[in-house]
């Protein structure tokens, strides 16, 4: 689908003689980043903070909405000081950020009435336990695309409401907002409580929360009321781009900069990518690893393999088109692991030289399933475990064994795709995010899929999706038109057999993990 050139003419806010840089705002779950993109689209500067995470109890997982919106605020000041720009030189903002994360807060004073729940989160599990058990699976992901999960917001957002005493009573009154941590920045960008902030999100964050109907492009009063979430709480719904935009963020020294584009952050990896073609697929490699496939507009895609059917995104008065997202929950943050809970290494990119000091992982497969499993199981009581231990395992196994493990469950992904999109051929896989760079994995991955994998020079490129929408919007870059950007190709080196061997193993591994929290002792 050619999408035509966004006119700066027709938006609300048209970018000054002087103002030329995109600011894209990239809201992650463990940093929060900014990135400046120069008129060529090339990357002019960019500034990180790491951000905490907390886990209060077992399964729960949470953070701080101000101290979220202290870092968009900083990393925004850093990126435009590094260049010694003024915020005036923006011609507009792009936000992109970890999807399906909570955030309530009060109209008037604009405080949060509760850390926010974050997507890694199996606080809901029984309720979604107890749903299913009513039979309304089918039903709500005929609405949705979505399974019933406890990583999706809707749940949160209930369990927050009953959990606080009073609050529910008060949402009802019109006196609580809630949202996504796109609806939270543009809020309090726009002005917050001082200014009538905006209170707004787009279709790829709203596709997530479980209240979403993907046909109608709109809130469902249906589930609304089976999750038992006031439709007042719930934002306004845009495209992800356009000429209108979302909001204007009032900035330091009084500079107005229009926010141009939302995109939720795989959604916007996927046009980082260029993977804006039917048939497209791209991995990202962040805490967790998502896999969509793009299967253009028309109707959404049905999964029959523990996809998620999902919006991969709207421009302009374009039509939405839909992604098949495969979720899988733990692989950054396996190597994390390794690193701060076993101390066997002391930082990530050591990995790849110690998979390589062995010939294979000795037997060892490693399920890292420390959040449960996501797609293509979606068991939220399945439990980490390592198997095939010897006196002969070292550091060195357990590491490739972790690798592997991410690439594993990519496959496990593939495959599904594959199978709900037979008539769609899926030639490579588009690859991106930090573990990305470990060139063993790579290799891996593409021995294991009997596929090539795509890697870029830049794989950062969920900032660079957001950034490049937000200069569409503005009429600066044409849609069609992504960063040449080769990088590497890694090609399959072993057989078919050989692969489907070593997947196998694996998933008889995956078997004995699953519904480990429910697992009766006799």
Request: proline share 6%; hydrophobic share 40%; with cysteine.
């Amino acid at each position: 689908m050619t999408v035509p050139r966004a006119t700066a003419a027709a938006s609300v806010v048209s970018p000054s003689q002087h103002a030329d840089f995109i600011a894209a705002l990239d809201q992650g779950t463990t940093s929060t980043r900014c990135v400046l993109f120069d008129p060529a689209r090339d990357m002019a500067a960019s500034d990180s903070r790491p951000l905490p995470l907390s886990f209060p109890r077992p399964g729960w997982v949470e953070q701080d909405p101000l101290l979220i919106l202290q870092q968009t605020r900083e990393t925004l000041a850093g990126a435009l000081a590094k260049v010694s720009l003024t915020p005036g030189r923006l011609a507009a903002i792009g936000i992109t950020n970890q999807r399906e994360t909570v955030v309530l807060w009060e109209r008037r004073s604009g405080a949060p009435v509760a850390p926010a729940i974050v997507w890694q989160d199996r606080r809901t599990a029984d309720v979604c336990e107890q749903l299913r058990a009513e039979g309304v699976q089918d039903r709500v992901r005929e609405i949705t695309g979505l399974p019933i999960d406890p990583y999706f917001s809707a749940t949160k957002i209930a369990w927050l409401l009953d959990s606080t005493p009073g609050l529910r009573a008060r949402a009802e009154a019109g006196e609580i907002l809630a949202g996504t941590i796109d609806t939270w920045l543009i809020w309090n960008l726009s002005g917050g409580p001082n200014g009538g902030g905006a209170h707004v999100t787009d279709v790829t964050n709203a596709s997530r929360t479980l209240l979403f109907d993907l046909r109608r492009h709109a809130w469902s009063d249906e589930l609304c009321a089976l999750f038992r979430v006031p439709a007042s709480l719930l934002p306004k719904v845009r495209p992800s781009a356009g000429p209108e935009p979302f909001a204007i963020a009032h900035l330091n020294d009084g500079a107005e900069v229009p926010i141009t584009a939302v995109l939720g952050d795989q959604q916007a990896a996927l046009v980082g990518q260029g993977a804006i073609r039917r048939g497209d697929i791209k991995n990202t490699y962040g805490t967790g690893s998502f896999l969509l496939l793009n299967t253009g507009p028309g109707e959404p895609p049905r999964s029959y393999h523990g996809l998620l059917s999902t919006i991969a995104y709207q421009v302009g008065r374009e039509p939405v088109v839909y992604a098949l997202e495969g979720s899988v929950f733990t692989t950054g943050a396996a190597i994390q692991w390794l690193r701060d809970g076993l101390g066997i290494i002391t930082r990530a990119d050591e990995t790849a030289a110690l998979a390589r000091s062995v010939p294979d992982t000795g037997g060892v497969v490693f399920v890292p399933a420390f959040a449960g499993l996501g797609a293509p199981y979606w068991d939220a009581d399945a439990r980490g475990a390592i198997f095939g231990l010897t006196r002969g395992t070292t550091r060195a196994h357990i590491v490739r064994a972790t690798l592997e493990a991410i690439a594993h469950q990519t496959r496990e992904v593939v495959d599904a795709m594959a199978s709900d999109a037979e008539n769609i051929p899926l030639p490579a896989l588009r690859v991106d995010g930090g573990a990305a760079a470990n060139d063993f994995l790579c290799q891996f991955q593409a021995d294991l899929l009997q596929r090539p994998v795509l890697r870029p020079r830049d794989l950062e490129r969920t900032a660079r999706g957001a950034g490049h929408a937000a200069g569409w919007a503005m009429g600066i870059w044409d849609w069609d038109d992504h960063d040449s950007d080769a990088g590497d190709t890694f090609a399959p080196t072993v057989n078919q057999e050989a692969a489907d061997t070593a997947h196998a193993r694996w998933k008889e591994a995956v078997q004995r993990t699953l519904r480990w929290e429910r697992a009766e002792v006799s």
